[in-house]
C-alpha cells in the first residue's frame, strides 16, 4: 500500500505579486550598484599604489578606466563577449 502525496494543484505556479517582484529586482539592483561605486571609490583611493603594483594599463570601455593586464578573467571575458 503506497501513499501518494499531492499537492493542491490551485498553490502550484503562484507568482508573487507586481509590486512585489519590483521591490526585489529595484533591491537587487540597489546593492549591485551601491556595491559596485564602493569598489570603484576604493580603487580610486588606491590609483597610483595599484598602478605601481599591476602596471595598470588605459582600458577601451567605461570611459578609460585602468585594468590589470594580466587579469586573465577579464581579457577572456572581454574578448569573448
Request: aromatic fraction near 18%; charged fraction near 25%.
Amino acid at each position: 500500500n503506497s501513499q501518494c502525496v499531492c499537492l493542491d494543484p490551485s498553490s502550484q505556479g503562484t507568482m508573487l505579486p507586481r509590486w512585489e517582484l519590483s521591490f526585489y529586482l529595484l533591491a537587487s539592483l540597489g546593492f549591485h550598484l551601491y556595491s559596485f561605486y564602493e569598489v570603484y571609490k576604493a580603487s580610486r583611493e588606491h590609483e597610483e599604489e595599484l598602478d605601481r603594483q599591476f602596471a595598470l594599463e588605459i582600458g577601451t570601455l567605461f570611459g578609460g578606466l585602468k585594468k590589470d593586464p594580466t587579469d586573465f578573467e577579464w581579457s577572456f571575458w572581454m574578448e569573448w563577449g
